[in-house]
């Protein structure tokens, strides 16, 4: 039999209501500040950064923490880093991955269908919420994203666009915390290179944003909630498989 506790005292004692609060290192503060700027589109493919002392000063670290941050990123594929005249850091242009990116992207993202999953959920409710309320203006900019990421033949800009499109759906909702919620979700399933073939991207992508856009516009909430639950799935069904194709290779 267990033991039986003094009256007035507890089984198993409380944990501390404070705990050691956890202090990310300098190099990992800068690691996921650059990631959130490329995951943003703030950062192109091919674009060159600052030089490592200027960099180092606007970011406010050491040239040291800077390097160590530099590597992270080379190791997980969001740069490249050159030596000689016309060298330095570039944002890597989007590729299809090697076995080995693929492999590592893979197991460090297990949890890749839970953050879709809670994006179809997120994301449907932003857009049955935007639909009786988005404005002119808003549609206006849904209809540009549309025939923007139509006609590229650029994987960066088709990238841009979409998150402009879900992003402008969040701001339209007028409820303050989304767009951050949605740029975080969204923000969690980026991958530094190119897992599809961009016309194939096309097809699928333009098509379901304009069945989206069609409900926003005569403002019918439960079409807009249930296109875009329906879009984020699918997306969510293709990443999977191409990622385990890859893997397969």
Same mark, same amino acid.
């Given at each position: 039999m267990g033991m039986i506790p003094e009256p007035g005292k507890s089984a198993t004692p409380e944990p501390p209501l404070l705990q050691p609060v956890h202090v990310p290192s300098a190099h990992q503060v800068v690691v996921n500040h650059l990631r959130r700027i490329i995951h943003l589109g703030k950062l192109q493919p091919g674009t060159k950064l600052p030089p490592e002392r200027q960099l180092s000063a606007q970011l406010g670290v050491s040239r040291t923490t800077l390097r160590e941050a530099m590597h992270i990123l080379q190791v997980e594929g969001y740069v490249d880093i050159s030596?000689?005249?016309?060298? !330095?850091?570039?944002? @890597? *242009?989007?590729?299809?991955?090697? =076995?080995?990116? +693929?492999?590592?992207?893979?197991? #460090?993202?297990?949890?890749?269908?839970?953050?879709?999953?809670?994006?179809?959920?997120?994301? !449907?409710?932003?857009? @049955? *919420?935007?639909?009786?309320?988005? =404005?002119?203006? +808003?549609?206006?900019?849904?209809? #540009?994203?549309?025939?923007?990421?139509?006609?590229?033949?650029?994987?960066?800009?088709?990238?841009?666009?979409?998150? @402009?499109?879900?992003?402008?759906?969040?701001?339209?909702?007028?409820?303050?915390?989304?767009? #951050?919620?949605?740029?975080?979700l969204r923000a969690a399933l980026f991958m530094p290179f190119q897992i599809f073939e961009l016309a194939d991207m096309q097809a699928s992508s333009v098509r379901e944003h304009r069945q989206i856009l069609d409900a926003l516009s005569v403002h019918d909430a439960q079409s807009a909630g249930a296109f875009m639950t329906a879009h984020v799935s699918h997306s969510a069904t293709a990443m999977m498989a191409a990622m385990e194709s890859f893997r397969a290779t």
């Open positions: 030596i000689g005249q016309q060298g !330095g850091v570039f944002v @890597r *242009t989007t590729t299809f991955p090697t =076995g080995q990116q +693929a492999d590592h992207w893979a197991k #460090e993202s297990a949890d890749f269908k839970g953050v879709y999953d809670l994006r179809a959920v997120v994301e !449907g409710y932003a857009a @049955r *919420t935007a639909a009786p309320v988005i =404005g002119a203006e +808003a549609l206006a900019t849904l209809e #540009e994203t549309v025939v923007s990421m139509e006609s590229t033949d650029s994987i960066g800009i088709f990238r841009q666009e979409d998150l @402009r499109y879900h992003l402008t759906i969040a701001e339209a909702s007028e409820l303050e915390l989304l767009p #951050e919620i949605v740029g975080q």
